[in-house]
Nanobody
Framework: VQLVESGGGRVQAGGSLTLSCEVS????????MGWIRQAPGKSREGVAA???????SYADSVKGRFTVSKDNAKNTLYLRMNSLKPEDTAMYYC??????????????????RGQGTQVTVSS
């Protein structure tokens, strides 16, 4: 399984970004894909996750601002981020496996993770 993220960058607070993750080799009929993030000196945090039927889970800190979606035809996972805040600054990673949704924007487990894309939000 390969996960390749893109779309990170630097934006001002209040701005928007869309992250993409191209997924290859994931053959499970039941799966969970999502986004996690990690800022320097902080622990890893679940952001948003989606399963095969389109059900989603979000971290409380991003609810109403971020939207996770997938395009099955393009094998691509997206994260639309609006109203960005400086505290959203982190390395964002795409994750995937055969698990299910968990609270707080997590998949129940994941074995596969992309290389990450940096998001920096300036005040």
């Amino acid at each position: 399984v390969q996960l390749v993220e893109s779309g990170g960058g630097r934006v001002q607070a209040g701005g928007s970004l869309t992250l993409s993750c191209e997924v290859s080799g994931l053959t499970y009929t039941s799966y969970c894909m999502g986004w996690i993030r990690q800022a320097p000196g902080k622990s890893r945090e679940g952001v948003a996750a989606i399963v095969e039927d389109g059900s989603t889970s979000y971290a409380d800190s991003v609810k109403g601002r971020f939207t996770v979606s997938k395009d099955n035809a393009k094998n691509t996972l997206y994260l639309r981020m609006n109203s960005l805040k400086p505290e959203d600054t982190a390395m964002y990673y795409c994750v995937a496996d055969s698990g299910s949704l968990s609270d707080g924007g997590w998949c129940s487990y994941y074995s596969y993770r992309g290389q990450g894309t940096q998001v920096t939000v300036s005040s």
